[in-house]
């Protein structure tokens, strides 16, 4: 509220000289910007065949984090990706900010899309680029330094609000693709993995990780669904995680009767993307992975705490949402808890209810899995992307 109280006194006079010109036409260079986080940069891709449709003639560009844009590789609606770690989300120098700002200030947009609604972004990122065109929402701040503001009237899913920019712009929106594009190469790479574990489908993919500890589950509750997983469906069990998350799946696995094969650490974000194309079902927590798999059209059962699934729940793919419905979530910041019962919202889910969803997504897909059966199948993965 500061800043706009201070911008818009700033910006009054220089707005009432410079007309805007309202209409959004004769576009050959879209900038899109979202910068943090993985799975919010996941979200916004929905948006890019829409663009490509309106403005088939138009180069779209993407500002993303660096390890965002590895993801973005191979995307046939971006034509070119700009890698950059801003300061205020990942504590890079400011020295990067400035040699990133003045190499793009070489190329001259007609439309920059500020994906997140964000006065740092729209402020540190889009305002110092040059564009004929800006357009944000307004409701982070900042829309001083925009020439068009994107309505928002009501809380839905993240991809719906990005989406909500594209028909803005007066794009259709229908038959989104939004998927992680692997070369040959890589698909190749995956089912060595896979071949290399004696990994067969059907399997089931899991991650008990998450960028915020609030949004975990807690150990021993893992390690007692994944039990009953593999002793009632008799099929492999991957635990899927980021070398940062060894230490929690460690501590999950030596509570375990049962042996679950462990790629924690070993795969590349692109891997981990070929990986779940081939899972049967995904079991995860609001995080990441759980959008790549949306993407990949992978059954998810997700579980939700302090984060609202009506905003970042599986987009699109058959899947199940696992959550208490406690008033708290919908002001948690998912940093910290301030429930009477701390961590409530996560600890009221029951080993039979994430149980549960997993039986109905099987029986939605018609899959009749019984030990027995499976022990005699080897079916060869086929990794679709």
């Known amino acids: 509220m500061l ?59 993407f500002v993303a984090s660096k390890e ?32 990133f700002i003045r190499e793009m200030r070489k190329e001259q947009f007609d439309l920059i899309i500020e994906a997140r609604g964000d006065i740092r972004e729209i402020l540190f990122l889009a305002f110092p680029l040059r ?33 909500d920019m594209a028909r803005y712009l007066g794009c259709r929106t229908e038959g989104i693709d939004w998927a992680i594009h692997l070369t040959e190469d890589e698909k190749k790479r995956v089912g060595e993995i896979l071949d290399s ?6 399997f089931i993919a899991v991650h008990p990780g998450s960028r915020l500890p609030l949004k975990r589950w807690s150990d021993e509750k893992y390690a007692a669904l994944y039990d009953n ?58 995080s990441a992975p759980m959008h790549i798999a949306a993407a990949m059209k992978t059954p998810t059962v997700a579980l939700f705490g302090p984060s609202k699934s009506i905003e970042t729940a599986p987009y699109g793919n058959i899947n199940r949402i696992v959550e208490k419905e406690y008033p708290c979530r919908y002001g948690c910041d998912e940093s910290s808890c301030h429930n009477e019962r701390f961590h409530a919202c996560m600890q009221d889910i029951a080993v039979e209810d994430v149980l549960e969803a997993v039986e109905d997504i099987f029986k939605e897909l018609k899959l009749n899995l019984k030990s027995a059966d499976i022990a005699q199948r080897e079916v060869r993965v086929n990794v679709q992307v």
């Open 3 to 61: 800043f706009d109280i201070v911008g818009n006194l700033i910006f009054s006079p220089v707005r009432l000289f410079h007309k805007k010109n309202k209409r959004i036409d004769d576009i050959k260079n879209i900038l899109i910007i979202r910068t943090a986080f993985i799975g919010d940069i996941i979200m916004t891709l929905p948006i890019l065949k829409p663009l490509k449709e309106k403005f088939p003639h138009a180069k779209i560009g």
């Open 68 to 99: 965002g844009c590895e993801l973005l590789k191979g995307n046939p609606y971006i034509d070119k990706l700009y890698p950059f770690n801003p300061f205020w989300f990942y504590g890079s120098s400011k020295k990067e900010y400035l040699d």
């Open 131 to 163: 564009s004929r065109f800006k357009l944000s929402y307004g409701f982070g701040g900042g829309t001083y330094l925009l020439t068009h503001i994107v309505p928002f009237q009501e809380m839905k899913h993240r991809i719906e609000y990005h989406l």
């Open 197 to 202: 574990n004696k990994i067969r489908r059907p």
């Open 229 to 286: 997983l593999i002793g009632r469906y008799g099929i492999p069990l991957l635990i899927l995680g980021s070398g940062k998350e060894k230490a929690i799946v460690q501590g999950i696995v030596k509570d375990m009767k049962h042996r679950p094969i462990m790629l924690t650490g070993e795969l590349s974000l692109r891997e981990l993307a070929g990986v779940l194309s081939g899972a049967s079902l995904f079991i995860c927590n609001d």
